[in-house]
DNA sequence: TTGTACGCGTTATCAA
DNA sequence: TTGATAACGCGTACAA
């Protein structure tokens, strides 16, 4: 009777060798209800204090920590946002997470993450969505590129929900964008303004999966420069690939050498990290011989390396998702949908230089 | 009687003004128990074909997504691995984050994040590592440099642990760590191999908390050289304070220019960054003038820039973590402690050179 | 202020 | 192969 009788469980459930303790553990250890336990827990139902004393002592005693499953069970709702993530590898998300996090603890709400395994396939990305909304969380945040809104409004009817960064609308849903239009912009009065006017920019001219944004930005580069009367050339980065990144890099660099540009807009900050390092690998000085701007301003060392670039406004975006998704959970009447964008700022850098008469 | 008893407790849960449908809407869509649903979602039990469909259409056409708290309640265990993370902005724990995600699927585990918010307060890292534990994941993966294993222990007695990067071993708990003594040595063996013999190694000398692995490298890199029978100047960095960067560039650049070393030794990659603009600025050319090395090789871009540094295995550590987990997870009986380590990889880069005769 | 008892949504046991 | 039903651990009227 000694060790099978200890707890009325012992062998129903050896599913795991690891062992729980629960609420009625620490009832029995403190001579009181499970009810008591709870409240005392919750603490928004006063618990007088010999009882109060007891309970601590009970928990401490056996470790106990509280089912949060069973809680959210009983409970109907949840104070944890879900978050929806691509790569974590990846600056912009790990920033964004970090904001997200910081924001979460100020409205006193907790963040579950889900990452999506790297690589643009839009089912693991469903998958995720699915296990957030299977935690029956208060409410989600997409920030996922790949994932289209019109997908997403047919799984999210139930929750509140906010799509961070893609920049697109939605009848139903919640966005907080970045405005690439104006972002783009700011660029180009940057580069104007230092009076280029024979430019280069570089991008994905047609909109493959994946590099949507970039394409989105590279259209917009030219767009705004020819309305300002600027000369533009276009050159092509159909991929990631190696060989259409160093075949981008030679027309650049040829056109700096015919003296047919002055400066070279790229759709990242990475793409004009590996330009530099092709320009200076083929004597070319920047921004002595040419200018060169990027795109993102969110790689660690941005200004250490002095890049030009448009600094995305993440941690806004982070903090107006995170308001928007609050609100929505402590009303209990659905608000109506909201869109939003963020334009980010200037980086002037050392890569972007006025150009010299003739 | 048409929308009131639509639901039997349509009035009795106002708390949430978001409908959820449960099994046995699914159920009675279906004419069928709780219990069929239950085992068609499994998956693990027969189910003959004409109630499979019906089912299927059930949930299609209730949109029904399963409460995977209830799933745990019921089942008292769980597939999902919890990480704590301290600052996802910050490539060491997006890579490390990115690399868990894919092991867990291969392991056919489920992924959920908890970062702690930035700053190195120990309380909010317990505060995440319990918010796992209330979830009930069925293993727990810790990568915060902060938190002591020592007090980890007593939290994580109930549940598979694993410990990631922490230069420190335990007792009771697993740990996958870096080997930064060895990695050291690989630092060491480069910049000796290529001539030099004057060398200023530059690190927070006192171990301050946030710090320590920081210091570890400095006071090993230091220890290798001076046990090769380099002569060796160091600088104390005791801060991130811009003030102790730059003045501890000033003396790095006095010493070059004095002649008194041919190579200077960062604790990580940053600090190289931060280095190589300062001397850029101070007309002192590296390697030409100087050879420098970091440490980290996860800077985006860390190839572009040519970096002579350590690239920490940070692949192998989450593949490693992310096993010892799963087979934790799917014995039912406890495993012997663990305690693994792991060795980076040099990489040459461009700002370590041959040192010139003279 | 505390205790009793029921319900939350799902799984698993046992019959049918 | 399926259906009833008892857990699972906790929150919360309702009663005391």
Redesign the pocket.
Known sequence: MDRLAEK??DD??P?SAWS?V???D??REA?????????F??G?????E???AKVMEAIKKTG????E???R????TSDTVGLLIRDPNNPYYGILHSELQLGAAEHKLHLLTVASPPGFNPMTENFGLRRLLEQRVGGILVATGTIAPDELSSFVRDVPTVVLGRPEEHPTLNTVSLDEVANAQLIVDAVLARGHQDIVVTFPETNHSGLLIEHLRGTWLTRHLREAGANVITVDTPSLSSADIESTHRQVIDLVRDEKVTAALFTSDMKLLGFLKAAQEAGIRVPEDVSATGFDGLLPGTELLGLATVRLPVEALARRGMEIIHEEMVSDARLPVRHESLVGSFLPGRTLAVRLPQ
């Not at 928004?44 to 007088?48: A, C, D, E, Q, S």
């Not at 106990?64 to 089912?67: E, F, T």
């Not at 069970?73 to 109907?76: E, V, W």
Request: aromatic share 2%; no cysteine.
């Open positions: 009325k469980n129903a459930r599913a729980k629960t609420m009625s620490v009832a001579n009181v209800s499970t009810a008591t336990v709870s409240r827990l919750d928004m139902v006063p618990v007088l010999p009882t109060r106990y920590i509280r089912n499953a069973a809680t069970l009983a409970r109907g």
